[in-house]
């Protein structure tokens, strides 16, 4: 497996692995049209460009195999990082992909004296949360994040560096 910068490349791929992630993830509590508009929004070729050229922004995709296995996308702001997305092929679920990005980010965040990492996810996506308390999240804060037409509750963890 190799951990790189995301290219314009990717672009497809990343969106493929979001909407299988988003689907098999949040399947009980976002509808399918939600998540479909949700990811050609979020992951347009327009947005994913802004996030690969922006200063300021890490976007790592872990590929293998000829294909693209994960990503994640995150953002500096003074000395805390906010870990934005970070999603796996749910067939490749358990493999330790998901760990090997957050690593590496963490690692590229230390590099650059980063002290924290905020990551936000929706509070009923429990895998989510699990991975992030592993690492030594904590809960930190509450916001909401609109799908669709809904509003969904999101949790923000963080961790020192």
Known sequence: MEIRPASEEDFE??????????????ETFVNDDAIDGTVSSWY?????SAAVEKPGTA???ATGDDELLGFCHAVCHEDEGDLLRLYVDPDRWGDGIGTALYERLRGDFRDINMKRIRAMVLSQNGMGIEFYR??????TDEETVEIG?????????????
Request: aromatic residues 18%; without cysteine; charged residues 35%.
């Open 13 to 26: 791929s990343v969106r493929n692995v979001a909407r299988r992630s988003w689907k098999e993830a949040y």
């Open 59 to 61: 976007f790592l995709v």
């Open 134 to 139: 592993r690492f030594g999240f904590e809960k």
């Open 44 to 48: 347009s070729d327009e947005s994913l």
């Open 149 to 161: 037409s809904e509003e969904y509750d999101e949790s923000v963890y963080t961790v020192a560096l």
